[in-house]
């Protein structure tokens, strides 16, 4: 089982908090804070809620351990030129949104690149990333 000790650094590691701890150990989150303050009283760690939030956690790591690392985030951050070409180029794809036409870039469905020219591109940056109407 994990100590509570250790609990905090574990979650960090499959990037969930507490709240999600709570939530898919069947515990409560007043619980689950008395239990992992620094300073907490033997009676709040009780061998049953350790096991509780073990089990949550351990389940968790074993399904992102299954997961190919292509389907993590990836964060860009492209300069101005780069973010307006990617956009001509969105704007000309058949996708719906940028994340959708990214995707298929990357992985080499969406073909060659077609750049539009600058006046086709959106002038209001809240247009940008939002979903496209079907045509």
């Known amino acids: 089982m994990i100590q509570f000790e250790d609990i ?8 969930k908090d507490r709240k999600w701890l709570a939530e898919n150990s069947g515990r409560s989150y007043d619980s689950i804070r008395t239990a992992l303050a620094k300073k907490a009283a033997p009676k709040s760690r009780s061998t049953l809620l350790q096991k509780a939030l073990t089990d949550a956690i351990e389940r968790e790591e074993s399904e992102q351990a299954k997961k190919p ?19 001509e180029a969105f704007k000309s794809s058949p996708y719906s949104t940028i994340e959708e ?8 469905s969406s073909g060659a690149l077609h750049v539009l020219p600058t006046s086709m591109v959106a002038e209001d940056p809240a247009e940008y990333g939002a ?5």
């Open 8 to 15: 905090e650094k574990r979650l960090k590691g499959i990037g």
């Open 69 to 87: 690392e292509l389907t993590k985030s990836i964060s860009l951050e492209p300069s101005i030129e780069e973010y307006r070409l990617w956009s």
């Open 101 to 108: 036409w990214a995707v298929a870039s990357l992985n080499g």
């Open 131 to 135: 979903k496209r109407r079907l045509k």
